[in-house]
C-alpha cells in the first residue's frame, strides 16, 4: 500500500506485502457482495410476488443501450486485463496506454447509462422526481423501477470511484512507480473493477432481460 | 526477578507529545486509546438517557417526561449503546491493541486504514449526538417500516448516515484483522497456537465483513424512502414491511454476536491467566466460536415470531436458535472445566470473567424461553425481552470489557490500578447490574410492556428495585472511569508481566515500544502453556 515500490514498515518483505493487499480487496469485495446482496433480496421477493408487474416493467428499459453497454463493460474487463498483465511485465508505458483505455471504455458506459436515464426522465418513469405510469398495477412497476434506479446507480457510483481509482495508478504508473516486482495496487485495484463488471452482468438479465421471453 | 519495577524509558506513549502525534497517529495502540476516548464518551452520553428512563419508571404515572420524550430516551439510547459503544468496545480497543502483539506483529496489516476507520467512527457518532441535541429520533433503534420511512417526524435520515458511516468504519476493522491475522503471524505460531481472544475476533471480524453491509444497504433504503417519498417497504405501493424486518435481522441479530464474541475471547483470557491451568478443550472453544458465528447468521427470525412470518419458517428459526446454544453451552462447561482444579485466584479481572459466566448463563438459557414459540408470545415486547438481552449485552459484553480493560490496563498504561477499588466496583456492578435487571424479568412475566413511560401500580415496587439497582450500576461504572484515569499517572509501575501470564503480549515491556517487541519473537510451543514447572513465572512478580 506504501508508494514508491517500498516496503511498508509492518510488513517482512514484499511477498507478505502482497498477499495483504490481495487478500484485503478479496474480503473488502465479499462485504460489497454482501452490500449489493441486499439489494438482490429485495428485488427477488418483489419479483416473486409480482412477475407480471416486473415483465411489463422491464419492457420500459431501453434493450438496446443496456446491451451496448454490456459489450461496453466487457471490452473495459479486457483492458483492465491488459493492464494488469502489462504491469506484471513490467512495461510502463502499456500499463498507462491501458489504464487509460479502461478509464475511457468505463466513462462511455456512464455517458450511454445517462443517456437512459435522462429518457426515462423524458418518459416520466423517475420514481419520486417525476413518475406518472398510465397502464396496470402502477405501484409495482413504480417498486421495479425504484429498484432499477438504485442498483444501477450504485452501479454507476462504484465505476465512477474506479474510474478515479485508476487515474490515481495510471499518474503513478506513468511516474515509475510500479515494477515488475510491486504491482499490488494495480492488481487489486482490477479485482474490484472486475467486480463492478460481474454485478453489471448479473444486473442486466435481472432488470432488462425478464420480460423478452 | 528484578528488584525494583520502572516503566521503560522510551515506549509508544512517550515516543512523541502533541495533539499532531495522535491524531496523525498510525500506530495501532494510540488508535486503541483514541477509541477508548470516544467509546467512554458515548458510554455516558447512553447511560444519561438510561437514567432519565429509570427516573420516569420510578412512579406508575408519566410525570418527569411525555411520551414523546420518552420515546427519543429509549431510541437515543439504543442506537449509541450498540451501535456506537458495544459493538467497537472490545474490537476496536482491545482488539485493536493487543492483536497485532498477540501474533507478534509490528502492526495491522494497514495502519492508515485503521486510522481512517476512527475518524469514520467519530464522524457517525457525531452525527448520532447531534441529533440527539437537536431534538432525536423515536422510532427506537429498530427503524420498524413503515413507522420510520412514513410517519415518524424525527431525525431518522441523519441518525441512518450516523450509523452508515460508523458501520463502514466497523467493516474496516473487521477486514483489518482478517488480514493481519491471516498474514502477519510471528515464525512458529500456527492457527492452533492462537489465543482464544484472536480466534474470537477472527469469529466477529466475519460477522462484521457478512452483516453490516446488509444493515447499511437496509437502512439507506429507509432513507431514501423518506426522502423520495418511494414505498420500497410501504404496503400502499405494493412495499413490504417485513421485508424489512427480514434485512434488519439479518445483520441485528449477528450484530449480538459481534457483541458477545469478543468479550468470549477475553473470559478466556482471564479464566486461564487466573486459574494458572491451560484453557480446557482448546480447539472445540476455537471452534465453537466459529460455530456461533456461522449459525448466528441463521437464526434471525426468532424476533419476527409474531410479525407475520410463516408459521413453518418460525419453526426452523425456532429450531436453529435452540442449536446455536449448544456451542455456547461448550464455552461455558469448558470455562467451568478449566476453574477445576486450577490455582484459583481472585484479581478483579477474574471477578470480572466469574460474573460473565454466570450473568451470560441466565441471559443464554432466558434467551431459550424466547426462541420456544410458545413462550415467545407470551413474552414479546415485554420486560422479559429487555432482561434478557441486557443480561446478554451487559451482563455479558460490558462485564467483559471491563474484565479486559482491568486485566491490560497494566500493558497499556506500565502502571497497576488500585486493586481494592477495583474489587469494589467488580462487586457493585455485579450486584447493581442484578438488581436492575432481575426484576425486569419478572415484571415482563407479569405483562408489563416495553417502551412505554407510565404502567399500572401493581409493577411499581418491581420498578423501583430495578431504578435502585440502576443507580447501584451507575456508580459501578462512574468509579473505575475515576480511579484509572488517576491510575494512568500516579499508580505504582507494572513490570512487564504482574499476572505472571501467558501469551505473547506480556514478553514485551509495558508499556511496549511502538514496534511491539525489539525483535520479531519466534513462537515455539502452545499459547496456554500453564503449568509447565516455573518457567511462565520467571518475570512476574
Known sequence: MEGNGALAEQFDDLAQQHEAAS????????????????????????????????????????????????????????????????????????????????????????????????????????????????????????????????????????LTIGIGLLGVLAFLAWRGHFSADYYAPVETSGLYWHFIDIVWIFLFPLLYLIGTH | MSPTIAIPREHYLNVSYGVKSWLFTTDHK????????????????????????????????????????????????????????????????LGNFLIPIMIGARDLAFPRLNLASWYLFTLGSIFAIVVSVMGGVDTGWTFYTPYSSTYTNSYVVPTIVGIFVAGFSTILTGLNFIVTIHTMRAPGLTWFRLPLFVWAHYATSMIIILGTPVIAITLSLVALERLFGVGIFDPALGGDPILFQHLFWFYSHPAVYIMVLPAMGVVSELITAFSRKRIFGYSFMAFSLIAIAVIGFFVWGHHMFVSGQSVYASMIF??????????????????TATLYKGSVSYQSPMLYALGFIGLFTIGGLTGLFLASLGIDIHVTDTYFVIAHFHYIMVGGSVMGYLGGIHYWFPKITGRMYPEGW??????????????????????????????????????????????????????????????????????????????????????????????NFEETPVVTQEVYAYGMPEEDLKDGR
Request: proline share 5%.
Open chain 2, 318 to 335: 425456532s429450531f436453529l436458535s435452540m442449536v446455536v446454544a449448544i456451542p455456547s453451552a461448550v464455552k461455558v462447561f469448558n470455562w
Open chain 1, 23 to 158: 487478500l484485503g480487496m478479496w474480503v473488502f469485495l465479499v462485504t460489497e457482495i454482501l452490500f449489493f446482496g441486499g439489494l438482490f433480496a429485495g428485488y427477488t421477493v418483489y419479483r416473486a410476488a409480482y412477475s407480471e408487474a416486473f415483465r411489463e416493467a422491464s419492457h420500459h428499459l431501453d434493450l438496446l443501450l443496456g446491451s451496448i453497454n454490456t459489450a461496453v463493460l466487457i471490452t473495459s474487463s479486457l483492458t483492465m486485463a491488459l493492464a494488469v498483465h502489462n504491469a506484471q511485465e513490467g512495461r510502463r508505458r502499456a500499463l498507462v496506454v491501458f489504464l487509460l483505455l479502461t478509464m475511457i471504455v468505463g466513462a462511455v458506459f456512464l455517458g450511454i447509462k445517462v443517456t437512459e436515464y435522462t429518457h426515462k426522465y423524458e418518459q416520466d418513469l423517475v420514481p419520486g422526481i417525476r413518475f406518472a405510469y398510465g397502464g396496470p398495477h402502477p405501484g409495482q412497476v413504480q417498486l421495479f423501477l425504484i429498484f432499477y434506479f438504485i442498483m444501477t446507480s450504485l452501479h454507476a457510483l462504484h
Open chain 2, 422 to 515: 477495583a474489587k469494589f466496583s467488580a462487586l457493585i456492578i455485579f450486584a447493581g447490574f442484578n438488581l436492575t435487571f432481575f426484576p425486569q424479568f419478572l415484571l415482563g412475566y407479569l405483562g408489563m410492556p416495553r417502551r412505554y413511560h407510565f404502567y399500572p401500580e401493581e409493577f411499581q415496587v418491581l420498578n423501583v428495585m430495578s431504578s435502585a439497582g440502576a443507580s447501584i450500576l451507575g456508580l459501578g461504572y462512574v468509579v473505575p472511569l475515576i480511579y484509572l484515569i488517576w491510575a494512568m499517572r500516579y499508580a505504582a509501575p507494572a513490570g512487564p508481566n504482574p499476572w505472571g501470564a501467558t501469551g505473547l503480549e506480556w514478553q514485551t515491556s509495558s508499556p511496549p515500544p511502538t514496534h
Open chain 2, 30 to 93: 494510540r488508535i486503541a486509546l483514541l477509541y477508548l476516548t470516544t467509546i467512554t464518551l458515548l458510554f455516558f452520553v447512553g447511560g444519561a438517557a438510561a437514567v432519565l428512563m429509570r427516573l420516569e419508571l420510578m412512579t406508575p404515572q408519566g410525570d418527569l417526561v411525555q411520551s414523546e420524550t420518552y420515546n427519543k430516551l429509549f431510541t437515543i439510547h439504543g442506537v449509541i449503546m450498540i451501535f456506537f459503544f458495544l459493538i467497537p468496545s472490545i474490537p476496536a480497543v
